[in-house]
């Protein structure tokens, strides 16, 4: 059975740091692209960040402006986790986080604003992050 499964979620203070992890079973990500994206109260899932599979030789990636400099997304294939790491949270980051693989084919390039939300071809169940001020 092809899943994602999502953990690392919880309730932090401002200026906390939590990981998230990203985690198949029964499919490798190693030839996908796998991509973060968030969902608070009230708004429209947006793309937090993206990185290429590993057929990309630069291991491109991208980021939201919102987390840029903040966020580092990053592979462990041994494990066929990706992880979000997670630093200087603020209370707009609270949201639902969910993430997501997409075979983009070999040797793509993460695009600049990353991959529509609507092309990736499975997606976990989400897991809550929750930022105190």
């Not at 899943?3 to 029964?26: I, K, M, P």
């Not at 996908?32 to 968030?38: E, K, T």
């Not at 990636?61 to 987390?67: K, P, R």
Request: glycine share 12%.
């Amino acid at each position: 059975q092809v899943q994602l499964v999502e953990s690392g979620g919880g309730l932090v203070h401002t200026g906390g740091s939590l990981r998230l992890a990203c985690t198949a079973s029964g499919f490798t990500l190693d030839y996908y692209a796998i991509g973060w994206f968030r969902q608070a109260p009230g708004k429209e899932r947006e793309g937090v960040s993206c990185i290429s599979s590993i057929t990309d030789s630069d291991g491109s990636t991208y980021y939201a402006d919102s987390v840029k400099g903040r966020f580092t997304i990053s592979r462990d294939n041994a494990k066929n986790t990706v992880y979000l790491q997670m630093n200087t949270l603020k209370p707009e980051d609270t949201a639902v986080y969910y993430c997501a693989a997409v075979d983009i084919g070999l040797a793509a390039t993460v695009p600049p604003g990353g991959y529509h939300q609507h092309i990736y071809n499975y997606w976990g169940q989400g897991t809550q992050v929750t930022v105190s001020s």
